[in-house]
């Protein structure tokens, strides 16, 4: 479905809100003494914390008030059905495993979905006191009380390319070898950065983010943001991401290619 073009600046405004409520939320406990996790997975560390919580919390208390009408989907409470055909998909902290280590590299995803996507997303470090924010054709950086239009880079050759995923093992081994097949080709390789890659992506800093196994709360508040900022995010046969499981960001449409040739040969 379309949004009308009076209810963009509504949802807008919206989504700015929803951030500034999770980080009231989240930040104060950020490096604090007293901070928990708990492992959420039978397997592994899958860590969630009080913050996590909080933040969503916070968040569907504003939606419940603001648009009754939409449907939430969070990571840790799950689905509320809405009527309005617009569904809010939250990802509270998305890098709880840095945000529990004191690094600054996570961030409050919040994405749109209008039934086929995310149109509107917002990537908030509020640490650094930064939003990334982005949706029909607009996309903004602020920072400090500056606001500034992203753009994506140009970058048409993978031997060009820096290239980001968040940990060195990503997914399966097959998907692990997909990943240094294009890993071997480019410029530069970093790890770690979670969500905040991808603003760099729409920031027009880097190239290319490389991730398997994500949820649809992972990837929709990032999704818009880079696409608003002119990049392209696709899963790795070049079809819709916004549902998770393995993804490609680029800025460049020719790298973004590139990189699709190579990891479109990976078996499901």
Known sequence: MGVEHGLQDELWGIACDLADTAARRCLPLFRSSGLAATNKAL??????????????????????????????HGEEYGLRP?????????????????????????????????GQ????GVVDQPFTRERFIGGWGRAE??????????????????????????QPQIGSTSEREGFEAV??????????????AYALVALGQIDLVIEAGLHS????????????????VTNW????????????????????????????????
């Open 43 to 72: 397997a592994g560390f899958d860590p969630v914390t009080e913050a996590d919580r909080g933040s969503e919390a916070a968040m569907r208390e504003l939606l419940a008030e603001r648009r009754p009408q939409d449907a939430v």
């Open 117 to 120: 996507g995310p149109v509107l």
């Open 217 to 232: 709360y992972d990837i929709q508040g990032p999704q818009a943001v880079i696409e608003a900022a002119g990049g392209v």
């Open 237 to 268: 046969r070049g079809g819709a991401a916004h549902q998770g499981g393995r993804v490609l960001a680029a800025g460049d449409p020719r790298i973004h290619a590139a990189a699709l040739e190579i990891l479109s040969r990976v078996p499901e």
């Open 183 to 196: 890993r071997d080709r480019v410029r530069l390789t970093r790890y770690g950065l979670d969500c905040y």
């Open 82 to 114: 809405g009527t309005s055909g617009l569904t809010w998909v939250l990802d509270p902290i998305d890098g709880t495993r840095a945000f529990i280590s004191g690094a600054p590299t996570w961030g409050i995803l919040i994405g749109l979905d209008a």
């Open 141 to 166: 950086h602020h920072r400090d009380g500056s606001t500034t239009a992203m753009r994506v880079r140009p970058c048409s050759r993978l031997e060009d390319a820096i290239l980001f995923t968040t």
